[in-house]
Nanobody
Framework: QVQLVESGGGLVQAGGSLRLSCAAS????????MGWFRQAPGKEREVVAR????????YYRDSVKGRFTISRDDAKNTVYLEMNSLKPEDTAVYYC????????????WGQGTQVTVSS
């Protein structure tokens, strides 16, 4: 069982930056594929970025490429999402999720943290 707790959300002006953190419980964090997702009001949840075990492979959705950076610190059981040049359309609840090495889907989810970008 893995528990995920996000933090770092808040209100920021367009062009600003935020750093989200996701702290995970459990001793096997390093073997989990981690992802950040977001859901805006009235919209479906979408993947923002993901990072493989070991951090060697990353993926970003097109709209955040060059602005967001996902990273992980396995010693701290934490995954981060650095968000720069924020836009109003980035406003959403952001969730982190974990996928086990033998799983085809994300099995564990955090409670979410609100990010609001004002114009």
């Amino acid at each position: 069982q893995v528990q995920l707790v996000e933090s770092g959300g808040g209100l920021v002006q367009a062009g600003g930056s935020l750093r989200l953190s996701c702290a995970a419980s459990g001793r096997t964090f390093s073997s989990y594929y981690m992802g950040w997702f977001r859901q805006a009001p009235g919209k479906e949840r979408e993947v923002v970025a993901r990072i493989s075990w070991g951090g060697g492979n990353t993926y970003y959705r097109d709209s955040v490429k060059g602005r967001f950076t996902i990273s992980r610190d396995d010693a701290k059981n934490t995954v981060y999402l650095e968000m720069n040049s924020l836009k109003p359309e980035d406003t959403a609840v952001y969730y982190c999720a974990a996928r086990g090495p033998a799983s085809q889907s994300y099995d564990y989810w955090g409670q979410g943290t609100q990010v609001t970008v004002s114009s």
